[in-house]
Structure formats: structure tokens, C-alpha cells
């Protein structure tokens, strides 16, 4: 890897590798490029503080804990150098009007399952957890109604003292693969197949669906504005650092595309 530097000063080859832990990436390479950029944008606006005489006493956070000084060095630089104005009611209607779909309620499901466990490791046990929720299913088909006391008799999970039964879940509060056998059956439905989860295999049903509503501006204006002013500072954080990078002497890597990733 060639040396990190900004403006002659070098940024050691283990202090990116310890920042690399914290910057998720396909491969090593891609780590190891994501940490020196972002230690190089934290040391570039370090420089900047410095270079402006900023203090750097430390403040504490609104929860309590206390920043570093190089922390309270950055946040200070950033407000004093970036200016962000107040999303209006016109661009916050704007953005909802062009993404209603975001401003809706999710849709609730009432489910009931039977669990048969088994490890994905263990072939042999998936297998048999396998067969025999095609056998509790073949069952249904024909006796519906016995579905809790199957589910009583032969669920692992804590919903089998209810006969199965979930209540209302969300998408997002079961696994995927559940989720995605569950959205795709009507209401009172059997899943025809076992539904196979890292838990084990699955006898589901749905019991009811109640679709998600659209929420009116009223009630997420606060989180339209909210998510534009971060969108904002972003951009402008991006502008700024870019101002920053043409000016400075940046050896060994290259800030496009992170500009807006900073290591506090």
C-alpha cells in the first residue's frame, strides 16, 4: 500500500489497520481504502481546526458522555463553517409528495406457525423437520381445523401454548424467509410448502392481513424536515471537505466518493 499523507503528515499503516474494523467492506482492500480515507478526512479537518486557533476543551454530548478533543475540534470547525437553513414547509411537502410510499403505516399480519426445529448444520435433522411439517401440512389440507392442537402437540416455539398463534407482526420483525412466505399468502391461507428458516422448518398460516395506510403530511412533517436538514448537512460536509482536499496536499489516496464519511 503507498504511504497516506495529508498535507506531510502521515498516517501510520496500523493506525489503518485498526480503523479498518470499523469500515465494512467486501474485501480487505476495500477496507484498508475505506479506513485511510476516512482517517485522512478526519486529520484534513483537524488541520483546518488547528490552522483556525480553535479550542479544543472538551464538551459534552446531549446524552451525558464527552467528546475528545479532536472530536470537539471537528463538530467546532463544521458549525462554525457550515451554515444550514431550515427545511420550509414547501420542500418538506415537496419530498413527501414525491415519496408517499415512505410515509405510510406497515402492514401488520395475524400469523400462526408451528415450529419443528432443527440446525441447518444438521442435514439429517433439517431433513426430518422438513418431512414432517409436509406431513402436518398434508393434514391440514384435509382437517384444517385441527391446526392448534398440532400446533400444541408439536411446536417448539412459546406460541404453541396459544395454538400457534403470533398475533400481529410487521415486516421487519420475523426473519426474511419467514416474511416472504407470509406477505405472499391471503388471508386464511395454509402455505402449501414448509417454510424452511435458520430456526427449522415452519408450518405457517395466515389469519388476517391489515394493509399499511398512507400517513398524512401532518403526522411526518417533523420527520420529512428532519431527514432533509441531515440530507443537507451531508452535501454540505461533502462541499466542504472537497474545498478542503483541492487545497491540501493529499498523498496516496484518493477522497472521492467518501467525502462525507467521518471517523468521531
Not at 34 to 41: F, N, Q
Not at 61 to 74: H, N, P
Not at 151 to 180: D, I, K, M, N, Y
Request: hydrophobic fraction near 40%; aromatic fraction near 6%.
Amino acid at each position: 500500500m503507498n504511504p497516506v499523507s495529508v498535507n506531510d503528515v502521515v498516517i501510520a499503516e496500523r493506525v489503518i489497520a485498526a480503523e479498518m474494523q470499523n469500515q465494512p467492506a467486501a474485501s480487505p482492500e476495500a477496507a484498508w481504502t475505506e479506513a485511510a480515507r476516512a482517517l485522512a478526512i478526519r486529520e484534513l479537518l483537524l488541520q483546518e481546526a488547528r490552522r483556525q486557533g480553535m479550542n479544543p476543551s472538551r464538551q459534552p454530548e446531549t446524552d451525558g458522555s464527552r467528546l475528545t478533543e479532536e472530536e470537539t475540534l471537528i463538530d467546532r470547525l463544521l458549525d462554525a463553517e457550515i451554515t444550514m437553513p431550515d427545511a420550509d414547509e414547501d420542500a418538506c411537502r415537496r419530498y413527501y409528495g414525491n415519496n408517499r410510499q415512505r410515509f405510510r403505516s406497515p402492514d401488520l399480519f395475524e400469523a400462526a406457525h408451528i415450529l419443528l426445529p432443527a440446525s441447518p448444520d444438521d442435514r439429517m435433522a433439517y431433513d426430518a423437520a422438513v418431512q414432517q411439517a409436509e406431513g402436518l401440512i398434508a393434514t391440514l389440507q384435509v382437517r384444517p381445523g385441527d391446526f392448534t392442537v398440532l400446533a400444541q402437540r408439536h411446536s417448539a416455539c412459546p406460541s404453541a401454548a396459544q395454538g400457534g398463534r403470533l398475533g400481529q407482526v410487521a415486516r421487519g420483525q420475523t426473519v426474511p424467509e419467514f416474511e416472504t412466505f407470509l406477505c405472499g399468502l391471503d388471508a386464511g391461507q395454509l402455505c402449501p410448502v414448509p417454510v424452511k428458516t435458520r430456526y427449522g422448518a415452519h408450518v405457517l398460516r395466515l389469519d388476517h392481513r391489515i394493509e399499511g395506510r398512507e400517513l398524512p403530511f401532518e403526522l411526518v412533517w417533523e420527520r420529512v424536515a428532519s431527514y432533509l436538514r441531515e440530507t443537507c448537512w451531508r452535501q454540505a460536509v461533502a462541499q466542504y471537505i472537497d474545498l478542503l482536499a483541492g487545497q491540501a496536499d493529499m498523498q496516496g489516496i484518493d477522497l472521492g466518493g467518501s467525502r462525507g464519511r467521518l471517523v468521531q
